[in-house]
């Protein structure tokens, strides 16, 4: 009696038109329409072919039962169901060796079975914080935010005091954003990607903050030359190399001492100090020509409370340039990546709070996340050349 099994080895994942089923051993990927996925499921090795036959038939056309044992002749052959388990000597992998696949797949742009590959991996070793970190990112990436959260928690419980999921969760659970990122959230985040940040941000994502908010910055800085810079959240000093030769003087302050390492082997700043950006401007007696950020401001919400202390510093005459993810909800708001999207508006009106001119606000790319293009604010804001 031919007792049908759906192979063991498989890994399958509900989707919106049937299951995905994706086999480790042979690299492939199997779509199951809803029919398919019904016998998929009845074939439990309980069901006789001619069992999981009458539950079907009622199913279908009349005459078409016979589109059952095709369904079930053609899943041997490719090894979606199976009669004599171990007959080809098939094994499961290991949660080790299911990680590695699905790293590599991810890599390869397979997110979906690099997906199906970590969360076997997860239920096969649950003690391991990494396992359920990689999942909750390849869910993410595929749009199942509930899934991706969910992941997160079970990480963060083997990983309490990981302040940059602490964060992400916040947007995760939709709890009321707090006013900006958490200083040890960022200095982990920095402090741990430094060594890969500008492989990955201009080689992976084609990050060019800097070179957009130079363009942008072109018709309001005409011809002047000699600026006395501060760069706040300097990072690894992109930003710096581009407006350097613009600078009688180039200052860099971040929050990230492994990022201010990278800026300072570019011998291109004055000086560097590792410090909270809003507590710099606050307490600082400094004044500059030209203030700029770019890809720090995300990590704030209210801009006033980068702006206002800024203007400060800014002499007569005096740009303050910066770049923004650009957000559809007036005033910002807290994305799920963990980073804040402001509205146009909410710059127009800071800049009015802080007696300061909007020379540019312009939409343009930003870089790339997860293969979609992000969009982002290039704001050029002046001070009044007769105002101290």
């Not at 928690?153 to 940059?164: I, Q, V």
């Not at 990122?181 to 200095?187: D, S």
């Not at 909270?276 to 600082?284: D, G, K, N, P, V």
Request: hydrophobic share 40%; aromatic share 8%; charged share 25%.
């Amino acid at each position: 009696m031919s007792l049908p099994t759906l192979n063991p080895g498989l890994l399958i994942s509900p989707v919106e038109n049937g299951y995905v089923a994706y086999d480790p051993n042979t690299d492939h990927l199997h779509e199951l329409n809803p029919l398919a996925a019904l016998i998929a499921e009845l074939c439990d090795g309980k069901r006789t072919i001619e069992q999981i036959r009458e539950i079907v038939s009622p199913l279908l056309p009349e005459g078409q039962d016979v589109e059952v044992d095709r369904w079930i002749e053609e899943a041997a052959k490719s090894r979606i169901v199976i009669f004599d388990q171990g007959s080809d000597g098939q094994r499961e992998l290991s949660a080790d060796e299911l990680a590695k696949l699905a790293f590599r797949l991810s890599e390869h742009g397979k997110v979906r079975t690099a997906f199906l590959c970590q969360k076997r991996a997860a239920e096969l070793a649950p003690d391991q914080p990494r396992n359920w970190y990689d999942l909750a990112e390849l869910a993410y990436q595929l749009g199942r935010r509930d899934e991706a959260r969910a992941d997160y928690e079970k990480y963060l419980e083997l990983k309490p005091d990981d302040a940059e999921i602490q964060h992400l969760l916040v947007a995760l659970r939709n709890e009321p954003p707090p006013p900006r990122v958490p200083n040890k959230a960022i200095q982990q985040m920095y402090d741990q990607f430094a060594a890969t940040f500008e492989a990955n941000l201009i080689g992976d994502l084609k990050y060019r903050g800097p070179e957009g908010l130079l363009q942008a910055m072109q018709g309001v800085i005409g011809e002047r030359r000699q600026f006395t810079v501060l760069d706040i959240g300097c990072g690894s000093g992109l930003a710096g190399v581009c407006f350097k030769p613009l600078a009688a003087g180039l200052v860099g302050i971040d929050l990230s001492s492994e990022m201010l390492a990278l800026a300072r082997a570019r011998g291109i700043y004055d000086r560097l100090e590792v410090s909270e950006i809003t507590e710099w401007l606050t307490r600082s007696t400094e004044t500059f020509d030209l203030i700029l950020s770019c890809d720090c401001l995300i990590y704030f919400g209210d801009l006033a409370q980068v702006i206002k202390p800024a203007a400060r510093l800014l002499r007569p005459g005096g740009i303050l340039g910066f770049t923004l993810e650009r957000g559809d909800r007036d005033p910002y708001h807290l994305t799920d990546s963990g980073r804040y999207a402001h509205h146009a508006g909410h710059v127009r009106e800071v800049a009015a709070e802080s007696k300061l001119n909007v020379a540019r606000l312009e939409e343009g790319f930003l870089r790339t996340e997860y293969g979609v293009d992000v969009m982002g604010l290039y704001a050029v804001l002046e001070k009044d050349a007769e105002k101290n």
